[in-house]
């Protein structure tokens, strides 16, 4: 069984402006442990895909099922605990709050999951410590670099160890050198067994997948498998030359 498993799925929102078919009867499996991009144009539909496969928006018509789960038959609080359970997202602002310290917006999922404070802090501790952040547990976003932050989102997206981790634009507030390590962090985590979904309209983030999903008009274009670039060759590339 397919982690995830879509079919024929339509959204359509009706706007003052008129009607605009977002999504148009898509179909689309997602194995568990596979790293994809999803890829378009600004209006293309892959945003949309996006909000119904983290159970952030329902379609029209069609099904989605995550790990079995008939998603569009869920109740608001179906989805909610869903969501929490199976998804860890990422976001191109980090959407990290800037009272707490990292330690802090690494727990806030294990809160709302019912789990007990020494618990919850093990756990962030042990997420920080997996992207390599256990001694900036205490500094609050403001006092983290770009790069720092992101992996401090992903520490909380992957700290209830979700079946999927939806990253959308994850590099685009990031320079070119911080978005090569951030990427070099994601398929770390896929040799490691993690399903990753990467929303991009960047070709160059793209082919560090081993899946490009191409849409443009709310349908699918391209489903291709290729040889993706490995991260790590930059990375190391770049300690070398710094060690000359």
């Known amino acids: 069984m397919a982690l995830i498993a879509i079919r024929d799925l339509t959204r359509i929102y009706e706007l003052d402006a008129g009607r605009v078919v977002a999504l148009d009867r898509v179909s689309l499996d997602i194995e568990d442990g596979e790293l994809i991009a999803v890829m378009g144009p600004s209006g293309s539909g892959k945003s949309t895909l996006m909000n119904l ?11 989605y099922r995550l790990r079995g789960v008939a998603v569009e038959t869920l109740s608001a609080n179906g989805l909610a605990a869903l969501r929490n359970r199976e998804i860890g ?15 802090g917006n690494v727990e806030l999922p294990m809160v709302y999951a019912g789990i007990d404070r020494r618990r919850r802090r093990e756990k962030a501790l042990a997420a920080l410590g997996r992207v390599g952040l256990a001694e900036r547990a205490h500094h609050r976003p403001m006092q983290l670099s770009g790069g720092q932050q992101q992996r401090v989102a992903i520490a909380r997206a992957l700290v209830n160890a979700p079946s999927l981790l939806l990253a959308d634009e994850p590099t685009g507030a990031l320079d070119s050198r911080t978005a090569i390590d ?12 993690v399903t990753v ?5 960047d070709a160059d983030v793209a082919r560090h ?11 699918i274009v391209d489903d291709l498998r ?13 300690i070398a030359e710094a060690a000359e």
């Not at 496969?53 to 099904?63: F, H, M, N, V, Y």
């Not at 979904?197 to 309209?201: F, P």
């Not at 997948?209 to 349908?219: I, M, P, T």
């Open 53 to 63: 496969i983290g159970c952030l928006d329902r379609p029209t018509t069609g099904a």
């Open 89 to 103: 997202f990422v976001f191109q602002q980090f959407n990290l709050l800037p009272r707490m310290d990292a330690l």
């Open 182 to 193: 951030i990427l070099a962090l994601f398929q770390e985590l896929n040799r490691e067994g």
């Open 197 to 201: 979904v990467l929303v991009t309209h």
């Open 209 to 219: 997948a081993r899946r490009v999903v191409r849409f443009r008009d709310g349908r």
């Open 226 to 238: 290729q040889a993706p670039l490995d991260a790590r060759d930059a990375v190391h590339a770049r």
